[in-house]
């Protein structure tokens, strides 16, 4: 599985959960110093899991890094 989003110098930390149990946090944050560059790519995967049906989900949490701007 993958995903792929984009860093901002506003973003937050999303927990991946993978059949019920949490797997990751993902910090969205992210800032170049280049003031025309607000949007930096990111891609997250997780490759360990079988063949069959998964149910994904993502969930704002309440945290950020302290550098975010959110």
């Not at 944050?29 to 995967?45: A, H, R």
């Amino acid at each position: 599985m993958v995903w792929e989003g984009l860093r901002c110098d506003d973003g937050g930390i999303a927990q991946v959960s993978i059949d019920g149990q949490e797997v990751a946090e993902v910090d969205q944050y992210g800032y170049t110093g280049v003031t025309d560059q607000y949007e930096v790519p990111f891609k997250w995967s997780i490759s360990n899991l079988d063949k069959s049906e998964h149910t994904i989900k993502v969930t704002i949490s309440p945290h950020k890094n302290p550098a975010s701007h959110s």
